[in-house]
């Protein structure tokens, strides 16, 4: 970049562009609301058959275009923030440099050198002539030395301050150059394709978009205040509400995996942060599971061991699982958790389902997912579920379904507006046997329980406070017990279905009023008994006392399903039950008789 270029230029029309992306990336978001909510929602609720498909199909087409649109614009905007940050501050030296040279008796010339007039140190005879200097950039100590020698020696005093002027000229002229080239790839990068149709790997393009325009962005970024080290829900959201708009977008622009992951943001800058992320991570899999081989349909076959003929892998099916098995494994299982993250957004107004909000994302490992029926930040009542041992990302629609229905049955009681939170926010025990008789599962996850139970505190849009209610099947209640035991569990109620124990030894222990603790334990359901039988019960030290015991002292709920997973059926007195807690309707719900007294004894 020459001096006439960087003199020229204006930070504000970069900064102006910016906003202009900003605003086309704000238009592209509402108009991928209205197409999910207003019109899809709509149609899915008062349309049915082929045709109405086809149109819904079209308009998630379109959803996704309008996504996509969004999250570049911000990619753009905050790429053109970045440049505007970069050459401006060079821009600020450059006019530093050349007002302190007019003002010290100098010329800055167009090519960037510096002309000083004819003086004389003191002692001389006659003036020194006039001339000119040439700056170089970011001298090292032998060169520094060897000017300042040079300074020493001139019999011109003028000659000492030109070089320094003209040092600062090459400066900002190359720090300006330097940010030119660095941004100028970047921001072509960002370039879409000219077609109608956003693909995977477009999404996987977005992915690599951003990465490129967070590491040109890193000076940028670092400028800009930082998240609060603590991670407390409270300071986040001071946080982010300190944030200017444009710094906001810079943030969920360049990393929105970590603002979609900080409790007590606004569940709809948490959910905007972590669509980008499912889309681009989404895109990214598939495109990677496409590139792997499919495995070999010779999958087994026959040998003869001994007596009998024995089934086992073939070698080639033995070669394939070496080489790409579990990559290809932990690929479908997190696809298939997305794709259910995916539809339960597209059952947005389905019997007058409502939005749904991604409050968490992960797709590494077992993987984790926060998925929020209605938005907690407005809500009347909330009601937080944690799911239990064998719960990961690829088993998560089930999960999410049970919250749908708890949701529906519990907007029904017409008691105040209600959201219903599938919170797979931990790594959850993956064996029955091997896993879940230890409790360390549940005190690794229970601070961050706690911390999202705060967090909703923080991100309320609204003056009045919810009633919240906690919710834990199977493991996942033995990590409410564990995060009332580690902290303070920030509920109204708690409820407990199939538990195998939890880790308090009276329902009192629980943090929250006299009451207010609900169990229900199916026939057929084992899961408790292993607590019961396979840890001492109430009679252990506490970490796995089950509350269907009397004298853990909770409330037994009537529960019509049976085994371990038929406590939020439709239309069950199980759901019923769990509702009406929900809906702050304590006196409505259906307990279950206490067991009648031994004959003959007092």
């Known amino acids: 970049m020459d001096l006439k270029t960087l003199k020229s230029f204006q930070q504000n029309e970069y900064e102006d562009a910016a906003d202009g992306y900003r605003a086309v990336g704000d238009m592209a978001s509402a108009a991928k609301d209205a197409v999910d ?56 030296k450059l006019d530093a440099a050349l007002a302190d040279a007019q003002a010290g008796g100098c010329t800055v010339n167009p090519d960037g050198s510096v002309s000083f007039p004819a003086g004389s140190k003191p002692g001389a005879e006659k003036p020194a002539d006039p001339g000119r200097v040439t700056g170089s950039p970011g001298g090292t100590d032998t060169s520094d030395a060897i000017e300042r020698q040079a300074v020493n020696i001139h019999p011109n005093p003028y000659y000492g301050r030109a070089l320094d002027y003209a040092n600062r000229v090459a400066d900002a002229l190359k720090e300006a150059t330097d940010a030119d080239a660095k941004w100028a790839p970047k921001l072509r990068a960002l370039k879409a394709d000219d077609d109608l149709k956003v693909t995977d790997k477009d999404w996987a393009d977005t992915q690599s978009d951003m990465g490129g325009v967070n590491d040109a962005g890193k000076t940028y970024l670092e400028s800009l205040p930082q998240p609060p080290a603590s991670g407390a829900p409270k300071d986040n959201a001071a946080w982010w509400k300190g ?155 089930g999960d999410i379904k049970r919250m749908e229905r708890l949701w529906v049955t519990a907007n029904g009681a017409d008691n105040g507006s209600v959201s219903t939170v599938t919170w797979l926010g931990y790594d959850a025990p993956q064996d029955i046997v091997k896993d879940a008789p230890f409790k360390h599962y549940a005190d690794d996850g229970a601070p961050a329980y706690n911390r999202f139970l705060d967090g909703l505190d923080s991100s309320r849009a609204v003056d009045s406070d919810p009633h919240r209610t906690a919710i834990g099947h199977s493991y996942g209640t033995t990590l409410i017990g564990s995060a009332a035991r580690q902290g303070d569990l920030n509920a109204d109620d708690v409820i407990f279905a199939g538990s195998p124990g939890v880790q308090v030894p009276k329902a009192e222990d629980l943090d929250v009023p006299k009451g207010r603790v609900w169990n229900q334990e199916a026939d057929w359901d084992f899961v408790p008994d292993i607590g019961r039988f396979g840890h001492g019960g109430t009679d252990w030290d506490g970490a796995f006392t089950i509350p269907s015991d009397p004298r853990f002292g909770a409330n037994q709920m009537q529960t019509d399903g049976s085994g371990h997973s038929e406590y939020w059926n439709e239309g069950s007195e199980s759901l019923k039950n769990q509702a009406l807690v929900v809906a702050g309707k304590p006196d409505d719900v259906q307990l279950k008789a206490p067991p009648n007294p031994t004959p003959g004894v007092r």
């Open 243 to 397: 944030l200017s708009p444009e710094e906001q977008e810079a943030w969920i622009s360049l990393r929105p995996a970590s603002v979609g992951a900080l409790d007590g943001l606004p569940s709809t800058v948490r959910d905007e942060a972590n669509r980008v992320v499912l889309a681009e991570k989404a895109g990214q899999y598939r495109m990677e599971l496409n590139s792997i081989p499919k495995p070999p349909a010779n999958e087994w076959t026959w040998i003869t061991a001994g007596r009998y003929p024995v089934k086992v892998h073939t070698d080639e099916w033995m070669d394939w699982n070496r080489q790409y098995g579990a990559r290809y494994e932990q690929l479908n299982k997190s696809l298939k958790g997305m794709d259910a993250i995916q539809a339960r957004f597209d059952r947005t107004g389905v019997e007058g389902r409502p939005e749904a909000y991604l409050l968490g994302f992960d797709p590494e490992k077992n993987g984790r997912a926060i998925v929020a029926n209605g938005n907690p930040d407005t809500a009347d009542h909330q009601a937080v579920y944690v799911p239990g041992t064998t719960s990961n990302l690829g088993s998560i629609d």
């Open 37 to 92: 909510g207003r019109i899809s929602g709509g149609l899915r609720h008062e349309v049915k058959g082929a045709a109405a498909e086809a149109a819904l199909a079209e308009l998630k087409q379109l959803s996704g275009n309008f996504h996509y649109a969004q999250t570049e614009c911000g990619l753009v905007s905050t790429a053109l923030s970045g440049f505007a940050f970069d050459v401006g501050a060079a821009k600020r």
